[in-house]
Each structure stands twice: as structure tokens, then as C-alpha cells.
């Protein structure tokens, strides 16, 4: 691996974290800088809620916050136990049948280290040279291709990664369609956002098939994050 490849090997590292988490959040839209600057604001009805060690941001009436009663369920299911912060559809938690037939995610993680890990120059749109992010873009979807394969998960669109803000703040942000077993196709966007000593992980998803439902809201819902 050349010099730079090496390099950004390394950001990789820091950025993306243990394979686990990568498969735990990873069940997410094109680049943000916030909401919109019209005259009304379409979020301000909108439930303000908090994400434990990351922040705020609000979530649309269509949505709700994983109950601690429905993750407990999950994991004795699975198996598994994750922190991760969980917005999904409205209603999923109480089992209700009318939101069966769509599916949609905010899932917020924090990784926690120290400033010298995540400085956030290194996230800035243009700190990379095109070339660069090339390379980078290329590393992380070989990375990502084998960890979701390795799931029985296939990675059907990859977008090039790009550097975006996210209302104000600097971010990586990538983008990619998956297959799922009922051969439904869901959109997946992460952005990985420095701050301080944490970088936080915000991964948004919606099946394909519900664009109209939810790519709008979700766009809505990140320009609303205020990480603290």
C-alpha cells in the first residue's frame, strides 16, 4: 500500500471504528448544510429530543424514538446489545400493523477518544485533494463491501465519498444502496462528524420503494442536529 494509501488507511481506522459497530449502525441522503432558510420552518412542530452523549435534533410526527421495552425485546431476539440511539417509524415500538409495509432509521453513535483523533480541519470540504478523496472513497467501499458481504448483505450503489457540512459543522459523508433478502432496496447515508473529543455517526435510512415518505424529512431532521 503506497505512502498515501497508508495514510488514509489509517483515517479510516479512526473514522469507521470495529467492525461491529460498523454492522450495528449500518441498517443511511446527499450532502446537508441545514435546514432550509425559508420564511416558516418546517421542523418547528417537530419533537425536539436528546441523543445521550451526542446531542439534539427533531424528529417529524412520522417518526418516533426506539422504547426501551422494544431494544429490550430486540436484543434478547438477536442476541446482540448496541447503544446506539434509535429514531425509526412512528408506531413500530407498540407492534401497531400500519407501518409494516415501510421502514425508515436515524441511528446516532458516538466514538469517544480525544481531540488529536478527529480534528476537524480533516473533514472540511476541500482539505482533501480530489485524487485524495478518490483513493479514500475507494478504501472505505472495499471495506464496507466486505464487512456487509460478510453479513449476507450486498451494496448493490456505492457514491464516491465527499466532505459536507451539516448545518455548520464538517463532515464525511457517504452514500450507498443496499439489497435486503425481501428484495427490497434501502437508501443509506452516514455522516461522520468531529467534535471535540467524539466523532458522532449519523447514519439515515429509508427503503427505496418510500422516497416520497422520507428522504425529505430525514434531509429536515439532520439540519436540525445541535451536537454539544
Known amino acids: ?34 435546514a432550509s432558510s425559508g420564511v416558516s420552518n418546517p421542523t418547528a412542530d417537530w419533537k425536539q429530543i436528546e441523543i445521550p452523549q451526542a446531542g439534539s435534533m427533531r424528529i417529524p410526527p412520522s417518526m418516533e424514538v426506539e422504547s426501551d421495552e422494544y431494544r429490550t425485546l430486540k436484543e434478547q431476539l438477536t442476541g446482540t446489545s448496541s447503544d446506539t440511539f434509535i429514531a425509526q417509524q412512528a408506531k ?9 409495509n415501510t421502514y425508515t432509521r436515524i441511528l446516532v453513535s458516538c466514538n469517544q477518544r480525544t481531540s488529536d483523533d478527529y480534528p476537524a480541519e480533516e473533514f472540511k470540504p476541500g482539505y482533501y485533494s480530489d485524487d485524495e478523496i478518490a483513493i479514500l472513497s475507494d478504501l472505505l467501499e472495499d471495506e464496507m463491501r466486505t ?82
Open 1 to 34: 500500500m503506497s505512502g498515501a494509501a497508508g495514510g488514509k488507511a489509517v483515517f479510516i481506522e479512526r473514522v469507521i471504528g470495529p467492525r461491529l459497530a460498523v454492522v450495528l449502525v449500518l441498517t443511511p441522503l446527499a450532502g446537508c448544510s441545514g
Open 92 to 100: 413500530l415500538s407498540e407492534g401497531s400493523e400500519d407501518i409494516a
Open 147 to 228: 464487512q456487509m458481504k460478510a453479513s449476507g448483505i450486498d451494496i448493490l450503489v456505492w457514491q464516491p465519498v465527499e466532505f459536507v457540512e451539516v448545518n455548520g459543522s464538517p463532515s464525511m459523508h457517504r452514500s450507498y444502496t443496499r439489497a435486503e433478502e425481501s428484495d427490497e432496496k434501502t437508501q443509506v447515508d452516514v455522516y461522520a462528524i468531529p467534535h471535540d473529543d467524539k466523532l458522532v455517526r449519523i447514519t439515515l435510512s429509508y427503503r427505496a420503494g418510500d422516497t416520497e415518505d422520507w428522504e425529505d424529512d430525514l434531509d429536515l431532521a439532520l439540519g436540525t442536529l445541535e451536537i454539544v
